[in-house]
Nanobody, 124 residues
């Protein structure tokens, strides 16, 4: 049974930092590309960042480039999203997603498994 469990969300102020974690189980994690997506109220789920199997290739949405960093620890079967210089427009539920495809997609349909999400709220 595949499980992705996010943690690390919370309420912070503009300019603060947060690190989200997503612990995976039930998969050969080192053979899963992983992604982070977010969904704000009334909006569609949007791409944030992706990382391939080895961690050697990453992609970011323009809106977070230079502020967010995705990383993975295959030994801990965990993917992280370090979020710095947070802005109110970063407020959303953040989801991690996984796929056995070697190339990570920037589209939600490219993922087979999803976590339950963790709320990030940035106050102004």
């Amino acid at each position: 049974q595949v499980q992705l469990v996010e943690s690390g969300g919370g309420l912070v102020q503009t300019g603060d930092s947060l690190r989200l974690s997503c612990a995976a189980s039930g998969v050969t994690f080192s053979r899963y590309s992983m992604g982070w997506f977010r969904q704000a109220p009334g909006k569609e789920r949007e791409f944030v960042a992706t990382i391939n199997w080895s961690g050697g290739s990453t992609s970011y949405a323009n809106s977070v480039k230079g502020r967010f960093t995705i990383a993975r620890d295959n030994a801990k079967t965990t993917v992280y999203l370090q979020m710095n210089s947070l802005k109110p427009e970063d407020t959303a539920v953040y989801y991690c997603a996984g796929t056995p495809r070697p190339i990570a997609s920037m589209q939600p349909v490219g993922y087979d498994y999803w976590g339950q999400g963790t709320q990030v709220t940035v106050s102004s």
